[in-house]
């Protein structure tokens, strides 16, 4: 059975303070990695999908790397404004449609 | 309208009361999704929908009931809910269930609450 899990379950940074949000994964055969942004009471914001150990992609002060074991989410100099829930998710297997959440990472930034 | 939307936002019902979701994505995608989010709990995927065809039903109990009528569109009707069924219900849409590279976008979801 996948599994997922990401680590810290809340973070609470000063603005300009940088730090990374880890996922580990356990799958047979990832097809693919996610993460995604979810404000309180919203829908999952899609960010971005890492396919293959050793990618990375950057979006403003996001940055999301992958390795065999785990994914890590790279926040620089962030601001109040990045305050949010982010989901790490896998597609693996047979599937290309199947997604396995973990439980997210509550990041807090206080100004 | 863009991307993917849901209504009602917010949906207060008794045990006794039908009623229903919708979801309608405008990104000319061909798979519909539904999950639920409790607190605390990881995404669940309940219903999977490709070309209008049903092709997923993850275990979910029958007082939940999915419609698809176009590749835009897609219900889910509820009836005789329990309060443990209150929840956030998301709707997600993707090119095609089958396809490489198959990200899913996600509606702000109908916050679900069983009296």
């Known amino acids: 059975e996948d599994q997922v899990t990401q680590s810290p379950e809340a973070l609470r940074l000063q603005e300009g303070e940088s730090s990374s949000l880890n996922c580990s994964y356990t799958v047979s055969g990832l097809r693919g990695l996610f993460w995604y942004r979810q404000d309180p ?25 992958l ?30 449609y199947k997604l396995t959440f973990g439980k997210g990472t509550l990041l807090t930034v206080n100004p | ?20 979701l919708k979801c309608e994505q405008h990104l000319g995608h061909n798979a519909m999704y539904w999950y639920k989010q409790s607190a605390k709990k990881p ?5 999977v929908y490709n070309f209008k065809e049903q092709t997923e039903n993850n275990s979910v109990p029958s007082r939940f009931s999915p419609e698809c009528p176009n590749s835009s569109h897609l219900f889910l009707h509820l009836h005789t809910l329990q ?20 990200e899913q976008f996600f509606g702000p979801g109908t916050r679900l609450t069983v009296l």
Do not use: W
């Open chain 1, 41 to 65: 009471g919203k829908g999952p914001e899609f960010l971005f999908t890492l396919y293959s150990a050793g990618e990375e992609k950057e979006k403003e002060r996001l940055k999301a790397t």
């Open chain 2, 83 to 102: 309060p443990e069924d209150s929840a956030l219900y998301l709707c997600a849409s993707s090119q095609d269930r089958d396809r490489d590279y198959n």
């Open chain 2, 1 to 20: 309208e863009t991307g993917v939307t849901q209504t009602p936002r917010h949906l207060v019902m008794g045990m006794t009361n039908k009623k229903s």
């Open chain 1, 67 to 96: 390795t065999k074991k785990e994914s890590f989410l790279h926040i620089t100099a962030p601001k109040p404004e990045d305050s949010a829930t982010y989901l790490c998710a896998v597609q693996a297997g047979d599937s290309n």
């Open chain 2, 43 to 47: 995404l669940e995927l309940m219903f």
